[in-house]
């Protein structure tokens, strides 16, 4: 059959499209998202800053923090970042980042550094000595005049933060009222 020069170069296309799209596709670019991860592990978290909760992929190499994005599995961000969650890797990752705890004694126009167990049995002391000077076992109810039990401290406050998981919120409000801490509070909402 003859083919005119129309059928002919109409035909050619129609091969060319269909090699494009049966074709093997070509080396991955090394810009590619599972390139420039690959052989880094990959954990999901969420923001810490607001109460909004984007989800996030942290990526770590031998146990270091190595890029920080969206996780664009996460139904409330969908891989979006503001420009707070966008600069969390320099939050990991920091020189200036304090990592040892600093401590001024009261009077003192200096800080020295002490130990984690230091810190951590220090808050413990000061929280009991204000539990047991603030503590109410009763309390008199001016309408009634009646003395009513109940077991509160309103010398302190807890305040929860957006980096805590449902489970942890939990467990904050369970040892808050179990201190007698009636005030509680979530940093997202200040
Ligand atoms: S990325 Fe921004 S909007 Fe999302 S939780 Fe963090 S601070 Fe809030």
Redesign the pocket.
Known sequence: MALSRRQFLRGGALAAAGAALGGKPGEASVDAPEMRIKGLKSTTTI?P??A???GLLVHTQDGKVVNIEGDPQHPI?LGA??S??SSLFQVAVNERRLQKVMYRAPGSDRFEEKSWDWALDRIALRMKETRDKSFKATELNKKDNKEYVVNRTDGMALFGG?GLDNEECYLWSKFARAMGVGQLEHQARL
């Open positions: 923001c800053y607001c909004v909760g984007c961000n970042l503001c707070k969650g957006a």
